[in-house]
């Protein structure tokens, strides 16, 4: 007979262990479901190979889909990585999706209200603007949360379709092109040129936003091992009683991570609305705030470990597109890929918190 | 002669790295108390998890009543007639009795039913209890007797008891034992586990010692002394605390009309509690848990403010200060909830170090943790306090209660506070660990602090106090000279009377 027993502490070979478990897990039940799809099994090696590995070295996709890569990650790390400030603090943020929109509309706004001066200055302030409007709108729940007692869980997502309904009113209204013949949608950024996040390197899908995640992952990692403020963070989630004796002060600690998630994810937002996306309109932005959600989690909350799950996440995303266009998979197919990392992330980290005993009855 | 119920054969048990029970063998009499005796982490927890099915030997067999006994899982050992009444109890504090005991049943009858029973055992069994009333609103004594009755509803063969007294009140303990004798007489056994070597000798007939997971003696316990049986447990003799010097210096600590409001339902609220604390006395504050030592404990430590001239620190008013501040000012408290409020479960022992460190060589002004002066600090508490721990980076969880205890003192102690409160400072502690605590706060007092103990272990207060007052449904009784007193006027003080006596 097989048992579980509860191990007396985490287990830290299998915390890292198991997300490459998962991610292997996933390949091969994927890749089975693809075969199934396709009727020929056969064919299931060559489908998870198109999601996993051709976007990143076939020489037909490469060109195209290695930039595509950091585009599309850079936003979800940025955001998850602000996330996991939180969620380590027993915050839960689930409106980030809603600050990243915010960031957006106001780091929009201050180039589309300059337009069409030029200036150096204009770019470093768009970021500011963003940042700006990500953390007021992080801080509602935050500010609930202290006075009023509200969950933040709630309170931030239903700020998503406020944020939603906003941005759909700025981009027919305030924010429209005046030249756009009526259409909605603001100016188009990247004829900008002081307010286009542009590509560093150019074809490498390095533009501003991704360095800022990166460092943002970085900083993140100093945040947690260094400084004070990280640590107050995590005893707040370990053991908020124990945080309150050791002098932390828990509004603090919701206002800061809060507005740090909201901070970073405004800044997500303005970086994909200046750059990948170029303009406001009813639908640039593309869920990259749930989605960081579950970055956070795959990453364990782990600064390189959601730098790690960000790509992956990204690659599936990409590779996901070119198996529907090559393959003919429907959609939701990758969506269930996705989902099925999340399931074997999840089921394989009970080893984490238990070993297998074998024993002879 | 009476028969076998429970014998135990070679029972052995490791982890990894560690060997918590070996080769051990006893038998338990039906209708006998039988003591289980040992230090923090002598193997008794272990023993008895394999014994109610929590866990399962490695070597080694079990019999009850003579057939071959191996509970796979607790159910399986409460089907077989073992019941077991924890330490730390697993009650719902928004629920009532009978609501609670339906929990933890497999086939619970319909609740009036159930409350009837329950009304039955607790009248039989000299328990009082009402089936209705709010667990969160029982004293600690009353919860253990939910916990009790939940065991007696199953009609046990053996009921395992783990340190059942270290809650109670002398008069709930005379309760408990009147109880335990009446098991007794209708031939139930008790396998009865406590550091407390002056109950053993009362209640207990034959005691079972063990040390480093090892039987190291049995003994009845009415024919061996108190010293005798400690040494067997320890394997050493330890001298009992003494302090010394006993002389007062200037008024350190001054509380004066301290009234809190609790905001936590099931909290008690302070009403107008005044006291003092001189230089180099230890004031003992006794009394039931959950009778606003907690609230007594954060308004003090600084969790919860209040007015700023009701608690002072030689005139300089602090009652609006958070704890950090008052750290800096030298008061230091220790919370009697070990893991959770005075330490943090999962993190490390380091990380733990710096809960209540925060000085310059700690924290620059930037926040920066300097992390090797704060594994320092955790070397120099491991080294004084005895903190038994295979490494600093092990989590304040996987140390044994007293271990850990030692450590939430000693953290606080090191920092040579001028004013240090501490709360339950020995509770569920081994005697050896219990001991050491005590004379390093009398050491602490000798040096020029004062201290406040809490503590519900009149023994104790005895023991290391100068000073003592009660502290009864959040009022605070007068201070008295703890020379003067005698365990009954301190009765009376629990009871709500002032005593007409000198006051101190």
């Not at chain 1, 302030?125 to 700006?132: D, P």
């Not at chain 2, 009499?29 to 998890?49: D, F």
């Amino acid at each position: 007979m097989i048992r579980l027993e509860k191990r007396r502490s985490i287990s830290k070979l299998w915390t890292t262990l198991t997300p490459i478990i998962a991610v292997f897990l996933t390949m091969v039940f994927g890749g089975l479901m693809f075969g199934l799809l396709l009727g020929d099994l056969a064919s299931a090696f060559g489908a998870i190979k198109l999601i996993f590995w051709d976007p990143l070295f076939d020489e037909n996709f490469a060109s195209y889909s290695r930039p595509q890569l950091l585009v599309k990650a850079g936003p979800i790390i940025l955001i998850a990585i602000g996330l996991s400030i939180g969620f380590k603090a027993g915050i839960w943020n689930i409106g980030a999706e809603g600050q990243y929109i915010l960031g957006a509309i106001f780091g929009a706004s201050v180039a589309l209200g300059l337009f069409p001066h030029e200036s150096i200055f204009i770019f470093p302030a768009m970021i500011l603007a963003g940042a700006l409007g990500g953390f007021i709108w992080a801080l509602i729940p935050a500010v609930l949360k202290v006075y009023f007692k509200t969950n933040e869980i709630l309170v931030s997502l239903m700020l998503v379709y406020v944020a939603e309904n906003i941005l759909a009113s700025v981009s027919q209204g305030l924010l429209r092109n005046p030249d756009g013949m009526g259409l909605p949608g603001s100016r188009n950024l990247k004829n900008y040129p002081s307010a286009h996040n542009s590509e560093i390197i150019a074809n490498s899908g390095m533009h501003w936003g991704v360095l800022t995640a990166f460092l943002s992952v970085i900083l993140a990692y100093f945040l947690f091992l260094k400084h004070q403020k990280g640590y107050e963070i995590r005893i707040s989630g370990e053991a908020p009683k124990a945080a309150y004796f050791a002098g932390i002060n828990p509004s603090k600690t919701i206002i800061f991570c809060m507005g740090m998630s909201g901070l970073l994810a405004g800044m997500a937002g303005l970086f994909e609305v200046a750059g990948p996306a170029g303009q406001i309109t009813m639908s640039f932005n593309s869920g990259y705030g749930f989605t960081a959600i579950i970055v956070a989690f795959l990453g364990r909350l782990d600064p390189l470990g959601i730098l790690l799950a960000g790509l992956l996440m990204a690659l599936t995303y990409i590779g996901g597109e070119i198996a529907q266009l090559m393959l003919g998979l429907p959609g939701a197919s990758i969506q269930l890929l996705q989902g099925m990392l999340l399931f074997f992330l999840l089921a394989t980290d009970i080893f984490t918190n238990y070993r297998i005993k074998s024993k002879g009855s | 002669m009476a028969e076998v119920l429970l014998q135990l054969n070679g029972i052995s048990k490791s982890f990894p790295g560690v060997k918590a029970n070996e080769n051990i063998s006893f038998e338990i009499n039906s209708g006998e108390i039988h003591a289980l005796l040992g230090e923090n982490g002598a193997g008794k927890s272990t023993l008895v998890k394999m014994i109610y099915g929590l866990m399962q030997p490695d070597l080694g067999n079990m019999r009850l009543s003579s057939e071959s006994f191996r509970p796979s899982e607790p159910s399986k050992a409460r089907q077989s007639g073992i019941a077991m009444v924890f330490q730390h109890f697993s009650l719902f504090d928004a629920l009532n009795v009978a609501e609670n005991i339906a929990l933890g049943m497999e086939n619970p009858p319909k609740i009036n039913d159930l409350s009837e029973k329950i009304e039955n055992v607790s009248k039989s069994y000299g328990l009082p209890l009402d089936p209705k009333r709010l667990v969160g609103q029982l004293s600690a004594g009353e919860r253990q007797r939910v916990e009790i009755i939940r065991c007696l509803l199953q009609n046990p063969k053996l009921l395992i008891m783990d340190e059942p007294t270290s809650v109670l009140t002398p008069n709930e303990v005379k309760t408990l034992f009147e109880t335990l004798l009446r098991l007794k007489k209708e031939g139930k056994s008790i396998l009865y586990i406590s550091h407390k070597l002056e109950e053993i000798r009362e209640i207990c007939d034959f005691a079972t010692i063990l040390r480093n997971g090892e039987k190291v003696g049995s003994c009845i316990p009415k024919n061996t002394s108190a010293k005798q049986i400690g040494e067997m447990m320890v394997g050493k003799s330890f001298s009992s605390p003494s302090r010394e010097n006993r002389v007062f210096g200037e008024k350190l600590l001054k509380v004066s009309n301290l009234s809190i409001h609790t905001k936590d339902f099931f909290g008690t609220s302070l009403s107008n509690i005044n006291f003092s604390v001189h230089v180099g006395e230890i004031l003992g504050i006794g009394g039931v848990a959950g009778n606003g030592q907690d609230e007594l404990l954060s308004a003090l430590s600084g969790e919860e403010k209040t007015s700023p001239s009701t608690i002072n620190i030689l005139n300089h008013p602090i009652g609006k200060l958070a704890p950090n501040e008052r750290r800096d000012l030298g008061l230091r408290a220790a919370p009697e909830e070990r893991l959770g409020h005075a330490a943090a479960p999962s993190m490390t022992l380091i990380e733990n170090t710096l809960m209540t460190s925060h000085s310059e060589d700690i924290v620059n002004r930037w926040g920066i943790i300097n992390f090797d002066n704060v594994t320092e600090e955790t070397k120099d508490i491991v080294a004084e306090f005895d903190v038994r721990t295979p490494t600093l980076d092990n989590a304040a969880a996987s140390l044994s209660g007293g271990n850990l205890q030692k450590f939430v003192i000693g953290r606080e102690i090191l920092k040579k506070p001028r004013v240090f409160v501490v709360n339950q400072p020995t509770w569920g502690v081994d005697a050896a660990a219990a001991a050491f605590i005590r004379q390093s706060i009398l050491n602490l007092a000798s040096h020029d602090s004062a201290v406040v103990v809490i503590s519900q272990d009149l023994d104790e207060l005895f023991e290391i106090c100068d000073t003592f007052a009660v502290l009864t449904n959040g009022r605070l009784s007068k201070s008295y000279d703890m020379r003067n007193l005698s365990s009954e006027d301190v009765g009376l003080l629990m009871g709500g009377s002032d005593l007409d006596l000198k006051n101190s």
